[in-house]
Nanobody, 129 residues
């Protein structure tokens, strides 16, 4: 059974930082990609980043590029999302998800624009003064 649990959300002032954790079990990052998604109030769920450990491939949306970074801790079966220079528009419920990687011309890659089948429960991030 694939399982993912997000944690680390909270209330942060604009310009501040948070590190979210995605603890996973039931699969290996050698065979799955991790996607990060968020859903703001009144808006659709938005994918903004992904990570594929087997190839080292990462992908970020322009809205978070340069501010958000995905990494992993092999010893703890945890993927991290470091969020810096947070803005009020970053306020949302944040989710991690797992899916098989995408095979492209250059090899396996991640892509948060594809459907993901395995989801965590989400963690609330609020950016406000």
């Amino acid at each position: 059974q694939l399982k993912l649990v997000e944690s680390g959300g909270g209330l942060v002032q604009p310009g501040g930082s948070l590190r979210l954790s995605c603890a996973y079990s039931g699969f290996s990052l050698d065979h799955f990609q991790i996607g990060w998604f968020r859903q703001a109030p009144g808006k659709a769920r938005e994918g903004f980043g992904c990570f594929l450990s087997s190839s080292g491939h990462t992908k970020y949306a322009d809205s978070v590029k340069g501010r958000f970074t995905i990494s992993r801790d092999n010893a703890q079966n945890t993927v991290y999302l470091q969020m810096n220079n947070l803005k009020p528009e970053d306020t949302a419920v944040y989710y991690c998800a797992a899916e098989l990687p995408l095979l492209s011309d250059g090899g396996f890659v991640c892509d948060y624009r594809l459907p993901f089948d395995n989801w965590g429960q989400g963690t609330q991030v609020t950016v406000s003064s």
